[in-house]
């Protein structure tokens, strides 16, 4: 059975990738991972979240065109979901991409 052997990146003990005598005080590489991390989090929560809020605003205008309580809006916010997880799913498939290379 063949191993991968992955390539990482060395990082001294403060956090800081390189020389531990540099006097810069800026972020440190775990400041930065965190806030690419929160930024990613809010990308792929308004990705998700625009579709459901589309499909049930249409629902509703549906709802009150064709004199329904609910329908419409069920359908549009079940059909928003599966919208927005698909495109939560391809922008993953980018992101991973562009994180590891393309398998």
Do not use: C, W
Not at 52 to 75: A, C, M, P, Q, S
């Amino acid at each position: 059975m063949l191993t991968k052997t992955r390539k990482y990146k060395k990082m001294s003990d403060d956090g800081k990738q390189g020389n531990k005598d540099d006097k810069n005080e800026g972020p440190t590489n775990i400041e930065k991972q965190r806030v690419n991390g929160l930024g990613l989090v809010g990308q792929l929560m308004s990705v998700l979240a625009a579709p459901i809020v589309l499909f049930t605003l249409i629902g509703k205008y549906l709802d009150n065109l064709f004199e329904k309580r609910f329908l419409f809006i069920l359908l549009g916010g079940a059909f928003g979901i599966g919208i927005g997880m698909h495109f939560v799913y391809k922008r993953a498939q980018v992101i991973r991409e562009d994180l590891y290379g393309r398998k």
